[in-house]
């Protein structure tokens, strides 16, 4: 016992030392006020609606980079799009920040650590080529006509309903499609899934900002840490069991070669040193492609739904050059018409800008970086806050809080002249989104099946009280709620 509090005495004065000589180093950079041993932990108590105003408000009074301490942690909030890049390509902050931690699989792109990462990437960046995404499409498509379907059965009253409902459903189907193969179509079980996904990602999400919280200890004296494990039981566990049976079906002798290059397959063709990587390992990557995959597609997707609706004149536009690249309504979607649809990748890329579904994203400083001038030492926390730097004025205009998709006009906006951290929704540098291209097929073929089929038309407008929080991706208090009416191209 007596060891024991030695050991946690030492720890904690370790700690304060550290805090102490990263604030001395840190002291020119401007933040809120902090209290000895919460800092400004105060300041982001509340709802999660509260906490993600009080975030915005202080990017916003800052203008290129402030701290914030937190109980022991010291964070750097990052709105200067020049401190962003060199953050996003310094060696120096390759390691995820600490909450990335609270996804728990250590082994997933999302939250490994740089050394491993590096291995993994390699690895894993074949799997995403153009010839396995174009493959995927077929799976896109009848996944979102699936969707159409549920939809015409579930909305038939012609009521206000949220769309990420739906959406929902149709990515995970998506994604556990392309990454296992398995038979999920129509599956009551699937939907059950999603939602145990939905909670473990809300339990993750409230952590980041919640000091208590980031201790494992206090932590496990929750119900949402007993939550968590029962639902990581309930998920991990029985597609552990799928998994096994899965690799079983692939050793198969007969097995037919010509079956697509789901993710699991490639895993489980890849080798590391001449050795398979371990089924512990293929679990991590394939749930970090579900859990990376699904949420941040499918309420993204349902932003693009949400602001169709508000803007019929938008959405006219979008039906319109369906009505071109498709000529009747059975016609297949396909790589080449998804090509063709540039207005609705405009939509999409406004979408993003306005909404980024990954709102705040972040860094861990390994060694000391010089950043702005400034030198920041090991383990300080970058925050970078997309969110803020899509709507800053002086880089989108005076109207950076309007939906106006002809901004990204190929004849207006021209990428290579735009600052690359202006606009980033799938993050930047090597640790980039590695699914930004699957993401955007599945954005588009889910935004075109469903225009097909309906007119989209919503009681919200951008003015009303949206509710934005920040839950791990970007979430609306309001619901995405439309309504929909049958027509046809
Ligand atoms: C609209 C859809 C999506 C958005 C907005 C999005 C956004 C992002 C962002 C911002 C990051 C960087 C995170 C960071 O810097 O910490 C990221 C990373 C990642 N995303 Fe996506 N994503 C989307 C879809 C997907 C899909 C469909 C997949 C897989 C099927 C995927 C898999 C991943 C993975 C594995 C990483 C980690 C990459 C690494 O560190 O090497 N994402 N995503």
């Given at each position: 016992m007596y060891f024991v509090l030695v050991i946690v005495v030492v720890i904690l004065l370790l700690v304060r030392h550290w805090t102490k000589v990263a604030q001395r180093a840190l002291k020119d950079i401007d933040g809120p006020k902090a209290y000895p041993i919460?800092?400004?932990a105060h300041l982001l108590l509340g709802s999660e609606e509260r906490t993600f105003s009080v975030i915005c408000a202080l990017y916003r009074k800052y203008a290129k980079i402030f701290q914030i301490k937190l109980g022991p942690k010291i964070f750097l909030g990052l709105s200067d799009p020049d401190l962003i890049q060199q953050a996003l390509h310094s060696p120096s902050c390759q390691n995820k920040a600490f909450f990335y931690r609270f996804l728990e699989v250590d082994y997933g792109l999302v939250s490994s650590r740089y050394v491993d990462w590096k291995v993994y990437r390699k690895m894993l960046n074949p799997a995403f080529n153009q010839r396995i995404l174009i493959s995927f499409i077929s799976i896109f498509s009848q996944a979102a006509e699936r969707m159409v379907k549920r939809m015409a059965e579930g909305e038939k009253g012609g009521r206000v309903f949220d769309v990420l409902h739906y959406t929902t459903q149709c990515t995970m189907e998506m994604v556990c499609a392309s990454s296992l193969k398995s038979d999920i179509m129509d599956d009551p079980k699937t939907m059950g899934m999603c939602y145990d996904f939905e909670k473990v990602i809300t339990i993750m999400g409230s952590r980041v900002f919640n000091v208590l919280l980031h201790n494992d200890l206090l932590f496990s004296l929750t119900p949402s840490y007993w939550e968590l494990q029962k639902l990581n039981q309930r998920i991990f566990l029985k597609r552990r069991a799928e998994l096994q049976q899965q690799r079983a079906k692939l050793e198969d002798p007969s097995d037919d070669y010509r079956k697509p290059m789901v993710f699991l397959d490639q895993l489980l063709n890849m080798q590391r040193n001449n050795a398979e990587l371990s089924i512990e390992e293929i679990e991590c990557h394939i749930y970090t492609l579900l859990g990376a995959g699904t949420e941040t597609t499918a309420s993204q997707v349902a932003y693009i739904l949400l602001l169709l609706a508000m803007h019929p004149e938008v959405q006219e536009r979008v039906f319109e050059e369906i009505r071109v690249v498709y000529e009747t309504d059975a016609q297949e979607i396909t790589y080449e018409t998804l090509t063709r649809q540039f207005y609705l990748e405009q939509v999409i890329k406004e979408t993003m800008r306005l909404f980024p579904v990954a709102p705040v994203i972040g860094r861990e400083t390994t060694e000391q970086m010089s950043l702005g001038g400034y030198a920041v030492p090991a383990g300080v926390t970058l925050l970078i806050n997309i969110f803020h730097v899509h709507r800053r004025k002086d880089l989108w205009g005076d109207g950076a809080d309007l939906f106006n998709p002809d901004r990204f006009d190929p004849l207006i906006y021209n990428a290579q002249k735009q600052h690359p951290c202006s606009f980033f929704p799938f993050g930047g540098g090597p640790r980039n989104c590695i699914g930004y291209r699957y993401g955007m097929f599945a954005m588009k073929t889910i935004a075109t099946q469903v225009l097909r089929r309906y007119k989209l038309s919503t009681p919200?407008?951008?003015?009303?009280?949206?509710?934005l929080s920040f839950a791990v991706t970007l979430k609306l208090g309001v619901g995405h709620m439309i309504k929909i009416e049958p027509r046809q191209i």
């Open positions: 919460i800092g400004s919200l407008t951008l003015n009303s009280e949206l509710r």
